[in-house]
């Protein structure tokens, strides 16, 4: 039997997919802590995009609801993500000062999340990474909210960077920890 066709190849197969990805996130985080306003108007303008495309999904989607509520709430809550995209992408520089505030609430809830999962995998080798990053995402959640206003234009760059960087760097830890436990 080959090494390709063992039963643990497609396993192996996606740990070195999962090192790519890991990989990827820790230079996107690094690149976006170098240029911390650049990456907040690039996550603005993201945001904007997808709120927008949100928007529009959403008014289609209102043609194939079957009762006036339906219609009606879809065709409201359509207009309200494409008026709140197309303010992002027109006005990313005051757009950051409200996604400072969510990305607040994101950390927090991704942090909450994690240490519940951490708990639920908590005997496993190689767990406590993800304590850690969930410890670091609550930390950024405390940051943002002490910092804002004041630090909007450059504190959703840097943060988002070190919890990509942090991602990434849990990520390959948790990796190789699989690959080391695979090979022996």
Request: proline residues 3%; positive net charge.
């Amino acid at each position: 039997m080959s090494a390709a066709s063992t039963p643990l190849a497609p396993v192996r197969h996606a740990l070195g997919w999962s090192i790519v990805m890991a990989i990827l996130l820790t230079v996107a985080g690094i690149a976006a802590i170098l240029v911390p306003l650049v990456s907040g108007v690039a996550i603005a303008l993201i945001v904007g995009w997808f709120f927008t495309i949100a928007g529009v999904l959403h008014l289609l989607f209102a043609w194939k609801t079957h009762t006036t509520s339906g219609v009606l709430f879809e065709i409201l809550l359509g207009f309200l993500y494409i008026f709140s995209g197309l303010y992002l992408l027109f006005h990313p520089i005051v757009g950051l000062v409200s996604l400072t505030i969510f990305l607040a609430g994101y950390f927090l809830f991704k942090g909450v999340v994690q240490i519940v999962h951490f708990f639920r995998i908590q005997p496993r080798h190689g767990s406590w990474w993800l304590l850690f990053d969930a410890i670091i995402s609550i930390v950024l959640a405390v940051m943002i909210w002490i910092s804002w206003p004041l630090s909007a234009a450059w504190v959703v760059g840097t943060l988002v960077g070190i919890s990509l960087l942090f991602t990434g760097l849990s990520r390959l830890m948790l990796t190789l920890t699989v690959r080391r436990a695979l090979a022996a």
